[in-house]
């Protein structure tokens, strides 16, 4: 697998996946990207970039996996990682939801026992 | 004062919280409280606002010896109840009675549900429509769908339960505990039947009278049905499965 004479699709994949690795890079370290879901961006970014450099890896995969036009292939798994990005996506809004949920509930209980005991201390001091 | 002693005879169980939770019930809401009041005046009521639009909290605050829980975000109706489980809970109430908001639960039929909590013995007592009194007036199908949940239930565990979706119930200290923990978001009733059954604990029903609804629309239209269906169908099946708590 060797570098080819790089053609212009090449050449936007390339600047495309390392303009995805910089911003991920710099997000996390302005803390607006948590570590955690940073690495799935990270394996994203690394895999366009792999692919647009060796051109030929993307024909040797098709041809594994019995696809006929190698684009496709290339496709194929980028919607795979897709599905499995939106799963994951659920998963955790599923989480914030339910962490939410508590919190509001623990905040109107709290709330509702705060007036309580403020009705109570401006009794006494009448 | 004596025409009230005879319409709703006063209950005697201590320790009752009354939930009533309430979104945009402005025009409802104080009917509801006033009632409840007057059947149940030692129970201790909680109105849950669920984050209304409208004035439900200051209509709600004018009854008076009320408790008002204002919910800073919309939870919907099931994290609404969950939140007057919880409080049940932690204030250490005996008995929690929900009250729709929206004036359909008659106050006047809780001593019913608190009789037959009393006489079975069971944790939780849902009130049914369709028990023993036929009248009451249903869309075609909402009666399919709650032939569908009756043969589902029968099925799954075993117990007749004509009317599922009725959020008209008693429950006791132990079904508090459970339901304080585990309460489904969305539509909660069916599914809690499931849980408390799993926590081998005991479930029975008693026929009610209900109202008509005065203002306000119900929350489960037309197009939304077959969608409330499939969810609570759905959570009804997974709730089955379920082995880890």
Not at chain 1, 40 to 64: E, P, Q, R
Not at chain 2, 52 to 78: F, H, Q, W
Not at chain 2, 123 to 146: A, E
Request: charged fraction near 25%.
């Amino acid at each position: 697998m060797e570098v080819r004479n790089i053609d212009n699709i090449h050449l936007i994949g390339l600047i495309f996946s390392l303009t995805i690795l910089a911003s991920v890079f710099l997000m996390v370290r302005q803390r607006m990207l948590r570590e955690k879901y940073s690495l799935v961006w990270f394996l994203i970014g690394f895999f366009t970039l792999v692919m647009s450099i060796f051109k030929d890896l993307m024909d040797w995969f098709a041809n594994l996996i019995g696809v006929y036009y190698a684009p496709s292939a290339f496709f194929a798994i980028l919607i795979t990682g897709a599905y499995f990005l939106l799963l994951n996506m659920s998963v955790s809004i599923s989480g914030l939801k339910t962490y939410n949920k508590n919190l509001t509930q623990e905040l109107g209980m709290t709330k509702l026992r705060l007036e309580e005991v403020e009705k109570k201390l401006q009794s006494r001091e009448l | 004062m004596q025409k009230d002693i005879d319409e709703c005879s006063y209950m005697e169980i201590e320790k009752t919280l009354i939930v009533i939770p309430a979104f945009n019930e402005q025009h409802n809401i104080l009917k509801v409280i006033r009632d409840v009041q007057e059947c149940i005046p030692k129970a201790d009521i909680l109105v849950i606002n669920d984050c209304s639009v409208d004035s439900t909290s200051v209509k709600a605050r004018m009854a008076k010896g009320v408790k008002v829980l204002d919910l800073p975000c919309n939870l919907g109706i099931g994290g609404a109840v969950q939140t007057g489980f919880k409080y049940a809970n932690a204030m250490g109430y005996h008995y929690m009675v929900q009250i729709d908001g929206d004036g359909q639960h008659i106050p006047k039929e809780v001593e019913k549900l608190s009789n037959a909590m009393e006489q079975s013995g069971c944790d939780m007592v849902i009130g049914s429509r369709f028990l023993d009194i036929q009248s009451y007036r249903s869309t075609w199908g909402r009666r399919i769908g709650i032939k569908v949940f009756y043969l589902l239930f029968r099925m799954l565990i075993n117990t007749k339960i004509t009317d599922s979706t009725s959020g008209f119930r008693i429950y006791n200290k132990k079904s508090i505990e459970v339901l304080s923990k585990y309460y489904s978001s969305d539509y909660p009733e069916p599914d809690a039947i499931i849980v408390l059954k799993k926590h081998r604990l005991c479930i029975c029903e008693v026929g009610v009278k209900m109202r008509e609804r005065e203002h306000g629309e119900s929350s489960i239209t037309m197009i939304k049905s077959p969608y409330y269906m499939a969810k609570v169908i759905l959570s009804i099946l997974l709730s089955c499965t379920r082995t880890r708590w």
